[in-house]
């Protein structure tokens, strides 16, 4: 287990070099990978630059879904989520978008550094503004204290959340974990996973 914890915590500095919202290493952390092996207490999840961890689960795990949809989903007033980089011409530009459930409307909301990849941005936001431009989109996202446009590539992946069941936590199921750190230990609190081979794009 020592391993998996100083494995985790080198996960840890890595998510904290590329989040100036996180504060400390109690803050929720995401490891994205797939997974090995899933029991009731733990799970061996392989994280997605090869290290294996064996990390506790919390009794009250959430399980969530993601599936793909269609860009159409995305229309004005829906409340998004959007890991972007700044293009060559200066404009922020999709990696992917998470129409997010009704229920959902207000989770996370703002701009603010993600750990995609170095660089990468996320604006949780409302459409208050949609351009269609063939297969792509120009989005005016409004959020408590300012507004974003974020331009949609026709080739990003677009996605939605519904509530999970143990049964998508297979082998080789791709996943990104929410770890926090409970007396001195990492536990899983939720999984986000694909089914058949999907890998959650955000």
Do not use: C
């Not at 399980?63 to 011409?89: D, H």
């Not at 409004?142 to 507004?147: A, E, I, L, M, P």
């Amino acid at each position: 287990m020592t391993k998996n914890i100083f494995a985790l915590t080198l996960i840890i500095t890595t998510f904290l070099s590329f989040s100036v919202a996180a504060q400390n290493s109690s803050s929720p952390i995401r490891v994205r990978g797939s997974i090995e092996k899933m029991d009731v207490d733990s799970i061996i999840f392989k994280e997605r630059r090869g290290e294996v961890l064996k990390i506790a689960v919390a009794a009250n795990l959430n399980i969530t879904e993601v599936f793909p949809i269609k860009i159409s989903e995305i229309q004005e007033n829906s409340y998004i989520g959007t890991a972007t980089l700044t293009n060559s011409s200066g404009k922020l530009e999709a990696l992917e978008v998470l129409v997010f459930p009704e229920a959902m409307r207000g989770a996370g909301e703002g701009h603010y550094a993600w750990d995609l990849m170095p660089g990468s941005m996320m604006t949780n936001a409302t459409v208050s503004q949609l351009k269609s431009i063939g297969n792509t989109r120009e989005l005016k996202l409004d959020y408590k204290g300012g507004s974003q446009v974020v331009f949609v590539p026709g080739n990003a992946p677009i996605v939605t959340f519904r509530p999970g069941t143990s049964s998508l936590l297979v082998p080789q199921a791709n996943a990104i974990l929410t770890v926090i750190q409970k007396d001195g230990q990492p536990i899983v609190t939720r999984i986000v996973v694909g089914k058949d081979g999907f890998k959650p794009p955000m």
